[in-house]
């Protein structure tokens, strides 16, 4: 499965950003999907992921409550939408497809991944 990660850009703290993720070559439900991010100089982190058909959700502590992962699988696509954004949300972030069936923190278990899209926030 291809992975293409969009919808970053430069925003206000406190503004909201949308992010998606397009899914190709295989369909979105196979897979559980995630979204990670990793900031200049630091390591990639856990931010959201999804079960396959979307009735469970996994959210970071950093995010919770301003955070929201969701899919649709009838249009290939996983969003993750961002509201009341900080200065220490800045990162490039990219989404990931993991073939199990377990919703999982760990990047190590997803298999495929998108090319990232920068998201900035100023403060």
């Known amino acids: 499965v291809q992975l293409q990660a969009s919808g970053g850009g430069l925003v206000q703290a406190g503004g909201s950003l949308r992010l998606s993720c397009a899914a190709s070559?295989?369909?979105?439900?196979?897979?559980?999907m995630g979204w990670f991010r990793q900031a200049p100089g630091k390591e990639r982190e856990f931010v959201a992921a999804i079960s396959r058909g979307g009735g469970s959700t996994l959210l970071a502590d950093s995010v919770k409550g301003r955070f929201t992962i969701s899919r649709d699988n009838a249009k290939n696509t996983v969003y993750l939408r961002m509201n009341s954004l900080e200065p220490e949300d800045t990162a490039v972030y990219y989404c990931a497809a993991d073939s199990g069936t377990v919703v999982r923190r760990d990047s190590n278990w997803y298999e495929y991944w998108g090319q990232g899209t920068q998201v900035t926030v100023s403060s």
């Open positions: 070559g295989r369909t979105l439900s196979s897979y559980v």
